[in-house]
């Protein structure tokens, strides 16, 4: 298995990172042939997801995300900003991990998607991706 945890900025603000690109050197610096690519996010306030991004779904994913985790005072977990509970729930609803498959070197993705950081958490602007790519 080849491994390497990457570190992304994401900012003050709520934001959907686009990860491929990233993925893609990877798997090219692995010599990767066919496997599977596994993300993972180790941080408890973000998650990643495989959407189409530059079109608007990232966006609306973000204003999906508002709408079903408000950040308001209505969370048990409390510290950090105001509404930062909502943070840690947002792992269950947008996993901290994606596998995909990869054939020839190159990951299986339909045409639109793109694996992506999701990260609603303003109080944390720099977070770690670990990519590891199991053989086939």
Known sequence: MHS???????G????????????AR???????????LHVWVPHATAGLAVIETGAGSD??????LR???PADSRWRHRHGTPGHGRDHVLPGLVPPYATVPVLGGVMALGTWQS?????T???NPVR??????LAG
């Open 128 to 133: 770690r991706v670990r990519l590891s790519f």
């Open 67 to 69: 709408e079903l985790l």
């Open 115 to 119: 694996i992506c950081l999701v990260d």
């Open 12 to 23: 003050g603000a709520e934001v959907v990172h686009d990860l491929t690109d990233r993925c």
């Open 4 to 10: 390497e945890e990457i570190e992304i900025r994401t």
């Open 121 to 123: 958490n303003v109080d």
């Open 59 to 64: 966006e609306d994913l973000l204003a999906a």
């Open 26 to 36: 990877f798997l090219s610096d692995a010599d990767a042939g066919d496997g599977l």
